[in-house]
């Protein structure tokens, strides 16, 4: 298998793990489980009028009454990547926050990072390392490298002149 292949084999097995969880049973959506907060990965769906910027989004679940109608709502506005379970130290942070949601974003293509996906990717990983291992948080990279052209349809361009600000 190809490394591509072996990506998307990750993100249905991860996809399928969330769908299929005991915690996601009628019994759970109608109650919801607060110990159970995600925070999901993904690039942001481009729209004509609304969204028109290439963005790597980041969002955190503050409360979580019906798992499904979040991952469907999650999967309507990104090109979810991946999805992990929130640290102790994040889920005290949702206790203060009155949305059930909180996006983090960054704009690819503006400054300063200038198109340099690699660029992004290697703050978000510097970002994670108090919350997540090194070895997931280098899954998490690579995940999203790929996924980046498929969303996007096309290959990263790099700056090619000096841009003074």
Not at 28 to 35: E, L, R, S, V
Not at 55 to 84: F, G
Not at 100 to 116: A, L, M, Q, R, V
Request: net charge positive.
């Amino acid at each position: 298998m190809t490394d591509k292949a072996i990506l998307h084999a990750e993100w249905d097995r991860q996809l399928e793990a969330m769908l299929n969880s005991p915690l996601n049973r009628p019994t759970m959506i109608a109650k919801g489980n607060p110990k159970r907060l995600q925070v999901y990965y993904g690039f942001a769906k481009l729209t004509p009028k609304v969204m028109r910027k290439h963005e790597l989004v980041i969002i955190y679940e503050n409360a979580n009454h019906n798992p499904m109608k979040s991952l469907q709502w999650i999967l309507r506005k990104t090109h979810l990547v991946y999805i992990r379970q929130q640290t102790k130290q994040e889920m005290s942070d949702a206790n203060n926050g009155n949305r059930i949601f909180t996006k983090y974003g960054y704009f690819i293509d503006e400054y300063p990072w200038c198109s340099n996906i690699d660029m992004v990717l290697e703050y978000n990983f510097l970002s994670d390392d108090k919350h997540v291992s090194k070895s997931e948080r280098e899954l998490i990279r690579v995940m999203l490298r790929e996924k980046y052209t498929e969303c996007y349809e096309s290959r990263p361009c790099y700056q090619t002149a000096l841009i003074f600000h």
